[in-house]
């Protein structure tokens, strides 16, 4: 049974496809079946593995505008035990036709239920909104990955993504649980200490024990269309992502185990 995790913010720039791509990556290297749902209609993670999302017949606003099946959708990367289902400019049209219809909000999540028998892992990449496929990645998910960079305005558009996340646990996601990852961290700097040790006193275990820092690998991966783990696999990034996965894998797990009756 898949266990699905939306990355989310609020806020443009804080390396969230960066991350849903690095974390899949760090995800099937390990041997866990992974997918990627790509939700933003500018299709960036589509691209960050290497396809064009122009190229593909169908793409993620066909499964969700017209009820394609995803199993026909999704494609292979070249990286074992990763799939992709892809976006593009289509997928705008979700934001205009998906609230007219009942129960809008669980539209992607009927729709990659069949799936989950065979994933482990199901990534969600949303738009950098408080967007309708946002609303729909939440109400889909078991755990929001919420990202944030150790800058002020980036660390106060957590309030209204927070809001979010308890107005879909109160109204159709009861089990959603939240973790936030602090990204784009430069350790010398003294504001990001500063920053980072207000988020731990704020929030405590909610925040990610692990800091993904600052690398230029990471551009690099993109524009070769491949996750950091794969592209420069012993790099600081790459090894930094291998950290998060497992965080979030013994999480997942830890809340798997059920007592013993």
Do not use: W
């Given at each position: 049974?898949?266990?699905?995790?939306?990355?989310?913010s609020?806020?443009?720039?804080?390396?969230?496809?960066?991350?849903?791509?690095?974390?899949?990556?760090?995800?099937?290297?390990?041997?866990?079946?992974?997918?990627?749902?790509?939700?933003?209609?500018?299709?960036?993670?589509?691209?960050?593995?290497?396809?064009?999302?122009?190229?593909?017949?169908?793409?993620?606003?066909?499964?969700?505008?017209n009820?394609?099946?995803?199993?026909?959708?999704?494609?292979?990367?070249?990286?074992?035990?990763?799939?992709?289902?892809?976006?593009?400019?289509?997928?705008?049209?979700?934001?205009?036709?998906?609230?007219?219809?009942p129960?809008?909000?669980?539209?992607?999540?009927?729709?990659?239920?069949?799936?989950?028998?065979?994933?482990?892992?199901?990534?969600?990449?949303?738009?950098?909104?408080?967007?309708?496929?946002?609303?729909?990645?939440?109400?889909?998910?078991?755990?929001?990955?919420?990202?944030t960079?150790?800058?002020?305005?980036?660390?106060?558009?957590?309030?209204?993504?927070?809001?979010?996340?308890?107005?879909?646990?109160?109204?159709?996601?009861?089990?959603?649980?939240?973790?936030?990852?602090?990204?784009?961290?430069?350790?010398?700097?003294?504001?990001?200490?500063?920053?980072?040790?207000?988020?731990?006193?704020?929030?405590?275990?909610?925040?990610?024990?692990?800091?993904?820092?600052?690398?230029?690998?990471?551009?690099e991966?993109?524009?070769?269309?491949?996750?950091?783990?794969?592209?420069?696999?012993?790099?600081?990034?790459?090894?930094?992502?291998?950290?998060?996965?497992?965080e979030?894998?013994?999480?997942?797990?830890?809340?798997?185990?059920?007592?013993?009756?």
């Amino acid at each position: 049974m898949a266990f699905t995790i939306a990355i989310c913010s609020q806020k443009g720039g804080v390396a969230k496809t960066t991350t849903t791509l690095s974390l899949a990556g760090a995800l099937a290297e390990s041997g866990r079946r992974t997918l990627a749902v790509d939700l933003d209609p500018q299709g960036n993670l589509t691209l960050g593995l290497g396809f064009q999302p122009r190229r593909f017949q169908h793409t993620l606003a066909d499964v969700l505008l017209n009820a394609v099946d995803a199993s026909a959708v999704i494609v292979p990367s070249t990286v074992e035990g990763l799939h992709l289902l892809p976006a593009g400019k289509p997928l705008q049209l979700a934001e205009r036709y998906l609230p007219s219809r009942p129960h809008y909000q669980h539209t992607l999540k009927n729709a990659l239920h069949p799936q989950n028998a065979d994933y482990d892992y199901i990534l969600l990449d949303c738009p950098p909104s408080l967007s309708v496929l946002t609303a729909n990645a939440l109400v889909a998910a078991g755990l929001a990955l919420l990202l944030t960079q150790a800058e002020y305005f980036s660390a106060y558009a957590l309030k209204p993504m927070l809001q979010t996340v308890q107005a879909v646990r109160e109204r159709h996601n009861p089990s959603l649980v939240y973790r936030i990852l602090l990204t784009m961290f430069r350790r010398r700097n003294r504001a990001h200490r500063i920053i980072r040790g207000r988020l731990e006193a704020t929030f405590g275990s909610g925040l990610c024990r692990t800091v993904i820092e600052t690398d230029t690998k990471l551009r690099e991966a993109a524009i070769a269309g491949m996750p950091i783990t794969h592209f420069a696999s012993n790099s600081r990034s790459a090894g930094q992502y291998r950290d998060l996965a497992q965080e979030l894998v013994a999480y997942v797990e830890k809340e798997s185990v059920q007592p013993a009756a």
